[in-house]
T-cell receptor, first 111, second 119 residues
Framework: ELKVEQNPLFLSMQEGKNYTIYCNYS?????LYWYRQDPGKSLESLFV?????AVKQEGRLMASLDTKARLSTLHITAAVHDLSATYFC???????????FGTGTRLTIIP | GAVVSQHPSWVICKSGTSVKIECRSL??????MFWYRQFPKQSLMLMAT?????????EQGVEKDKFLINHASLTLSTLTVTSAHPEDSSFYIC???????????????FGPGTRLTVL
């Protein structure tokens, strides 16, 4: 059974600071996604990572994937209030379209 | 980009009644759709895989007789919560895995969600 864990579960950080969210998964995967969810809303796709060493960046967010370590990171640079949300990673298994979601990281950026 | 809609956005019903939630792919065909449930401050849990023209596949622990899924066309899947109870109150989100012809590793497209409250 595929298990996906995120760390930390809750994060409060000041504007302008940097931080990293970690996503560990338990079995071999061929794709990993990062999503953002605002309160009461559905999911917004941020990144799709498909290969070992993949790195993608969009604005203040950068995601990377290490398939050997079964680890993905979402790095936040110089955080701003607008980034406050819950972030989920989700992992898929080759040959299966189902996704298993991580526990989520609730991020609060404080002035 | 691809759009997935859900209807209704929110619904409040009495205990014991049934509620139907629709999930539509607006500009693409989806032979497969997924139904998730999300309780407050928790992650998304996959409930079932909806397959066009065949029976849905339910995840372990999900009662198929309580959560009826119908995928009657390539653009519509419905989830009916039968004899709803307060513990069924949740945020229900559907998704379609990819556009037809797109790589299997393409992102999933999520609907806006339906918030169900059972009194």
């Amino acid at each position: 059974e595929l298990k996906v864990e995120q760390n930390p579960l809750f994060l409060s950080m000041q504007e302008g600071k940097n931080y990293t969210i970690y996503c560990n998964y338990s079995t071999t995967s061929d794709r990993l996604y990062w999503y953002r969810q605002d309160p009461g809303k559905s999911l917004e796709s941020l990144f799709v990572l498909l290969s070992n060493g993949a790195v993608k960046q969009e604005g203040r967010l950068m995601a990377s994937l290490d398939t050997k370590a079964r680890l993905s990171t979402l790095h936040i640079t110089a955080a701003v209030h607008d980034l406050s949300a819950t972030y989920f990673c989700a992992v898929g298994i080759l040959g299966n379209e189902k996704l298993t979601f991580g526990t989520g990281t609730r991020l609060t950026i404080i002035p | 980009g691809a759009v997935v809609s859900q209807h209704p956005s929110w619904v409040i019903c009495k205990s014991g009644t049934s509620v139907k939630i629709e999930c539509r792919s607006l500009d693409f065909q989806a032979t497969t759709m997924f139904w998730y449930r999300q309780f407050p401050k928790q992650s998304l849990m996959l409930m079932a895989t909806s397959n066009e023209g065949s029976k849905a596949t339910y995840e372990q622990g999900v009662e198929k007789d309580k959560f009826l899924i119908n995928h009657a066309s390539l653009t519509l899947s419905t989830l009916t919560v039968t004899s709803a109870h307060p513990e069924d109150s949740s945020f229900y989100i559907c998704s379609a895995p990819k556009l037809a012809g797109a790589p299997s590793t393409d992102t999933q497209y999520f609907g806006p969600g339906t918030r169900l409250t059972v009194l």
